[in-house]
């Protein structure tokens, strides 16, 4: 019996494992896959133009990231988003690690690193003045985040610190991507209003970003290897970013 006829989705060449889990990973980051929404192998299949053992592989990968979950006679769905609770302990982790990881990054950034997180900062302002719109410039932003701290992770020198920092901020990207989303659509007024506080100056797309301002801040401080300025800049980061999502995440766990 033939195959389906691929879907959009579909991947150029033949599929190895790697790459099926990448293209299904930001199908479920993108929320083409919406947060607690099963995901049916054969059609995901059909969808990519592949057989479904390399979907079935991607899928296992994706569950010990923590982006979908596997039930007993109902299979995998995609992660439900963080409710209060996980968001405050997911801040209180970062809190610890990532104070740590800056400091690290200070003590022991060479030029290949300057010129990396140099260049991490240029191509994020260039990417949100490319945005003529709200929603892209929320989500290049919301990707400059995610590839920023991970840099810096990276930078620290520490592989397990990185590989505990990117599995725990796969639920933080997830949540933002899906914030920023709900920024263009049509909400009752307090809803809206609440939302528009917690992306507007943060993530405002002229070019005047106070993430980026932030960002620019601990990565001069990580650059002139100013370990103690370091660790204190990305600590009042993180607290900033939490005090100004929460009260969204608490909307959205009402409305889940």
């Known amino acids: ?137 929320y989500a290049a932003l919301t990707e400059h985040d995610a590839r920023f701290h991970s840099l810096i992770a990276r930078l620290a020198g520490n592989e397990l610190m990185v590989q505990a920092f990117e599995r725990t901020h796969f639920h933080l990207h997830f949540l933002r991507l899906y914030m920023a989303s709900l920024a263009q659509t049509s909400r009752p007024e307090d809803e809206a209003r609440l939302i528009a506080n917690a992306f507007g100056d943060y993530y405002r797309s002229d070019g005047g970003s106070l993430a980026l301002d932030e960002h620019t801040a601990i990565a001069e401080a990580i650059i002139e290897h100013r370990a103690e300025d370091a660790a204190r800049l990305i600590r009042e980061h993180i607290e900033s970013s939490q005090r100004r999502f929460e009260p969204v995440v608490a909307l959205l766990e009402r409305e889940g």
Not at 39 to 53: F, H, K, W, Y
Request: glycine residues 6%; charged residues 25%; aromatic residues 4%.
């Open 1 to 137: 019996m033939s195959m389906p006829a691929p879907g959009p989705n579909r991947i150029a060449r033949s599929v190895l494992s790697d790459e099926t889990y990448f293209v299904i990973r930001d199908m479920l980051l993108d929320h083409r896959i919406a947060p607690g929404q099963r995901v049916n192998i054969e059609a995901l299949a059909a969808d990519l133009g592949v057989s479904p053992t390399p979907v079935r592989e991607a899928l296992a990968r994706l569950e010990s990231d923590g982006l979908v979950v596997k039930t007993p006679l109902r299979g995998y769905s995609s992660t439900q988003l963080l409710g209060v609770r996980e968001f405050t302990e997911l801040s209180q982790f970062r809190d610890l690690i990532e104070p740590w990881t800056a400091a690290q990054a200070a003590r022991s950034i060479d030029e290949a690193g300057i010129e990396a997180i140099r260049d991490e900062l240029a191509n994020a302002r260039a990417a949100i003045l490319r945005e003529a719109d709200g929603a892209g410039s």
